[in-house]
């Protein structure tokens, strides 16, 4: 059975949507076979993002509700040849319950070396749907007091739900900003107020936002992909180091 994790943040706005496609089109350049899981109902952002909003018609809800088989709601990804999305529902009434969740997700990861669940914004309903079937986490952060404080909340709220292997992933950090607002002494007081290990240091990349916006592949070499390079090596189990803060 392939790996589950969920990418959380608790707070909105903190870029999980497009960590979660960057980390996923870096495991599918791999060579894994990856299944993306939009788990924001009501606002789902990924099918955009990965190019198949054109096609979609079935998301996660019809499967969970037996109105399609869940190969008919699952996405190829155009440019990824092993890369699939499975959309949330257009309607937030439509999140699929925990309990559901902790049957359906094990069943499809059997056909996936990788299931990433990309969790809403918040610690509600749809937080428990998204975090129900993981079993382990990336949190998601900004290098700022509010951002970092909130990550604190949800390793508390993930461990309380039973997923303890927790990673933090630093995203937008670029240094110079970091050292002129102050906000932390350097980067590992923020590690240690947010109570997470680190994993990942994504720098600010506007490639990266841009490719994102026009639904279409990163270039590999910008500095944001190569990021999620390393991110992707780290999580199946590589020693890959951290490049000199500096240079974010």
Known sequence: MGAITVITSGKGGVGKSTTSVGLACALSRRGRRVLLVDGDAGLRSLDRMLGVEAGLVYDIADVAAGRCEPIRAIYPCPGFERLFLLPAPAKEEDTVPPEIMQQLIPLLAAYYDHVLIDCPAGVGTGFASAVAAAQRALVVSNPDPVCV????????????????????????????????????????????????????????????????????????????????????????????????????
């Not at 927790?166 to 110079?176: A, D, G, P, T, Y």
């Not at 390393?230 to 951290?242: H, I, K, T």
């Open 149 to 248: 404080r909130d990550s604190a909340i949800v390793r508390r709220l993930l461990a309380e739900k039973g997923v303890k292997d927790q990673r933090l992933v630093i995203n937008r950090f670029q240094n110079s900003r970091f050292k002129k607002l102050g906000y932390f002494e350097d980067l590992d007081a923020m590690i240690d107020e947010s109570g997470i290990r680190l994993i990942a240091v994504i720098p600010e990349d506007v490639q990266l936002a841009s490719a994102a916006a026009g639904a279409r592949p990163a270039p590999q070499r910008c500095s944001g992909a190569m990021a999620y390079s390393r991110l992707a090596a780290r999580l199946e189990g590589e020693r890959v180091p951290l490049p000199s803060l500096r240079w974010l």
